[in-house]
C-alpha cells in the first residue's frame, strides 16, 4: 500500500532499533509515555516492545477517547435514549463502553433503544435528514482530531435550519490533560510521544508549554510503527542531552501552528467549557469545549435538558490510575480475573487502545514465553 | 392456482398459510428453479440412499444485510456456506435442505432472484436442494429473508479431519487471500466507497478439499474461517487440539485493497469473514505437495502456508509481525469495531 508499507518496513525499523539500543544509556531509565491509544496500539500491534532494550519502557497515557469519558456521560446518553424517542448516532467503540451499573449503549441498544453505530458526524447528519419525524442525537466524543467534523455538521445543521438534529458534546483538548498528568507529578515520565492526528489540527507548538514548565521532551509522533520507534529514538537523543523540548517526527502532517482552517471553525461552533470531568484524571478546569449559545438550538444537553449523573467507578477498577500512568495495568486486582474483553469492568479493557486491553493479550503472551 | 405476479408482487401472509397460496409460491418459485428430481417429488421429505461410509450433517443459518453483494447474495451464500460445513470434514456433500423465513411485503422479484442465484450455485455445486420449507413472519418481524440450508454428505473411508488433531510441527494453509468476504459486505452496507469494488470470495470449496484429500490424506484439520476471520479460526484450532500455533504476517495474502480498507476503517484483516476460504492443518511433510496442488485448483491458485502448529499449553495463536516483533492473536471479544481515530 502506497504511504502506509513505506513506514512499516522491517529492515529500517531493526535498523533504528540497533541505533536506540546502542544510544540509550544502561545505568538509566527510559520511560515513556505514549499519550495516544493509537500509539498503544501501534505498539502492541506491530510488537514494538520486542526491538526495545529492557530500560526503554512505554507508559500508557490518557489519550484514548472511549477510555477517559466517564461512565456518567454514557449513563446520561442512555437514560436520553430511552426516556425520549431520539435516534441516537455514535462512533462504533463507544458502544462497549461500561457506564454504571453493568450497563452499556450495546445493552440498551438491546433493549430497544434506538441506538447506531456512524462513521462520521456527516452520517448522523444523514440519519437525521433521513428521519425528519424523529430527534436525532450524535454522541460526539474525541480529542481535537473529531472535534473539527462535529463542528463542521453543526455549521450545516444550522445552515439547513434542521430541526431535529443535536449534538452531545464530549469533545476534549489534549494540551490541559497533559499538563494535569505532568503537574500532579504521579507518573515518572522521561518523554513523551506526543498526539499526531490532533497535532495536525493543533500543531507541534500546542506543547511548548509542557516541555518548558515540566522540562520534558516531547516528540509528535505518527502512529505508523516507524513513526513510533524513530520518535522513541528521538526522545532517547532529547534524554540523553538533557534537552526538553517540542520536536516534530510526523513533519508529513504537523505543522507547528496546526491548521488554520480547523481551528477557526472549531472556535466558532465551539467554547472552552469551564469544568469537565475525565474518567481517570478528574475534574479538570478548561479541558474540554461546548456548543456556542449561537447554535445552542443544536445542542443537546439544552435541547433535551439532560442533567450530569456521577457514577463511581467498579470498586477495584484502577483504571485512574492507569490512564494517569501510575500503574501498569496487570496491577489491577481486577485484571484478567473479573475484567476481561468479554466482559470489561473499566474502559480500558473495552476499547482495542485501551491499555489493559492491549496487556491482557500480550501480557499472557509474556507470561507464557517467561515460563518457556 | 392463480399466478404469481413476481414482477410487481409482495409476499403475504398467505403465502405462509400452507394453503392454495402457499402452493403456488412453492411452485412457481422454489420448484420451478431448484428443479430436481427428489424435490419435485412433492413430498414433505426427500428419501434417497446413501453410499457406505460416515455420513456428515451440517446446518446453518444465514442473515445478511445487504441481501445483494457485490460477489453474491444470500442465496448463494446460503448454499456455499452448508456446503463448505460439509466439506471440512473431508466429506463428498450429497444433498441440501433449504428453509426460507419471508417477512411480509418482501418482493417476489428480489426473492426469485435469491432463488434463482440459490439454484445456480447448487447446480454450480453438483449438490442439489432437496426438501424445505416456507414461514412467513409479519411486516417488521423479520428481515426480509432469512435461510436456514441443511447439507448432508459422505466421509470417504480411511479419512479422518476434525479440529482436535493438530500436532506441534504441522503446518498451516490458508488457501487465498481473507477479508474479502467481510469488507465486501461492509463497503456495500455501509455504503463506503474504496475506489476499487472487493468482491465476496463466497465459494463452494468442496471440489477443492476432494482434490487436497487425494494428493494429502494425512490432512489433520480442514476449517473455513467464516465470522470471526482467520484469527478466530486459528484460536478455535488451537484451543480443541491443546496446541499453540505461530504465524507470520508476511506470508498470509491479503489483496492491498482489503488491507487499505481495513486501515481506513480501523479493523484487522485477520478478523474479516471468509465465505471461500479454508484453513488446513497438516504434516509438515505433506504441506510442500498438497500446496503445489492447491496452486492448480481456481480456488487455491493463493494458497500459501502461513506459519506451523506448536507446543503451548496457553493455546496461543502469536503471529511474527512483518516488523520483527511478535504479539497475539486473540480471541475477538464481541464484535470488530472501527477505531475513532
Known sequence: MKFVDEYRDGDVAQLLARLIRQEAKPDRNYRLMEFCGGHTHAIFRFGIVDLMPDNVRFIHGPGCPVCVLPAGRIEAAIKLVEENDVILCTYADLMRVPAGKRDSLQKAKARGGDIRMVYSATDALAIAQANREKQVVFFAIGFETTTPPTAAVLKIANAMQLTNFSVFCNHVETPPAMMHILSAGEAKIDGILGPSHVSTIIGSQAYADCCDKYRVPLVIAGFEPLDVIQSVLMLVRQINAGEASVENQYTRAVSKGGNKKAQSLMAEVFEQRPLFEWRGLGVLPESAVQIRSEFADFDAEKRFGMQAIATADIKGCICPAVLRGMNNPDECKLFGTACTPEDPKGACMVSSEGACAAYYSYGRYRAAESKA | ?341
Open chain 2, 1 to 341: 392456482m392463480s399466478k404469481l405476479d413476481i414482477k410487481n408482487g409482495l409476499i403475504e401472509m398467505g403465502h405462509g398459510s400452507g394453503g392454495r397460496a402457499s402452493a403456488t409460491l412453492i411452485e412457481e418459485i422454489f420448484v420451478r428453479h431448484f428443479d430436481n428430481e427428489l424435490l419435485n417429488q412433492g413430498n414433505d421429505q426427500a428419501l434417497f440412499s446413501i453410499p457406505a461410509g460416515r455420513m456428515v450433517i451440517s446446518t446453518d443459518g444465514h442473515v445478511i444485510t445487504p441481501l445483494f453483494f457485490p460477489g453474491g447474495d444470500i442465496g448463494s451464500l446460503s448454499i456455499h456456506g452448508t456446503v463448505n460445513d460439509v466439506a471440512m470434514s473431508g466429506a463428498t456433500p450429497l444433498y441440501l435442505s433449504a428453509s426460507f423465513i419471508l417477512e411480509e411485503g418482501f418482493p417476489l422479484a428480489d426473492l426469485e432472484r435469491i432463488v434463482i442465484s440459490m439454484a445456480k450455485a447448487s447446480i454450480d455445486a453438483g449438490v442439489p436442494v432437496v426438501t424445505g420449507d416456507t414461514k412467513v413472519v409479519e411486516r417488521g418481524k423479520g428481515d426480509g429473508v432469512f435461510i436456514t440450508t441443511t447439507g448432508v454428505g459422505i466421509v470417504p473411508d480411511g479419512i479422518n479431519i476434525s479440529g482436535d488433531l493438530a500436532k506441534p510441527g504441522d503446518a498451516i494453509i490458508v488457501s487465498g487471500s481473507i477479508g474479502d468476504h467481510g469488507i465486501a459486505i461492509l463497503s456495500s452496507r455501509e455504503g463506503l466507497q474504496f475506489g476499487t469494488t472487493i468482491e465476496s470470495d463466497s465459494a463452494a470449496l468442496h471440489t477443492l478439499v476432494a482434490e487436497m484429500i487425494a494428493i494429502a490424506p494425512a490432512i489433520r484439520c480442514l476449517r473455513d474461517p467464516t465470522r470471526g476471520g482467520l484469527a478466530t479460526t486459528l484460536n478455535e484450532l488451537a484451543r480443541q487440539s491443546n496446541v499453540g500455533i505461530s504465524i507470520q504476517e508476511t506470508s498470509i495474502p491479503i489483496k492491498a485493497e482489503v488491507k487499505g480498507a481495513c486501515e481506513l476503517l480501523g479493523l484487522d484483516p485477520l478478523y474479516i469473514a471468509n465465505e471461500g476460504k479454508l484453513v488446513c492443518i497438516v504434516p509438515a511433510e505433506d504441506a510442500g505437495q498438497l500446496l503445489a496442488a492447491m496452486h492448480k485448483h481456481p480456488l487455491g491458485q493463493n494458497a500459501a502456508i502461513i506459519g506451523n502448529v506448536c507446543e503451548d499449553a496457553q493455546q496461543m495463536v502469536v503471529m511474527k509481525t512483518a516488523f520483527g516483533g511478535s504479539r497475539v492473536v486473540d480471541w475477538l471479544a464481541g464484535e470488530q469495531l472501527p477505531r475513532i481515530c
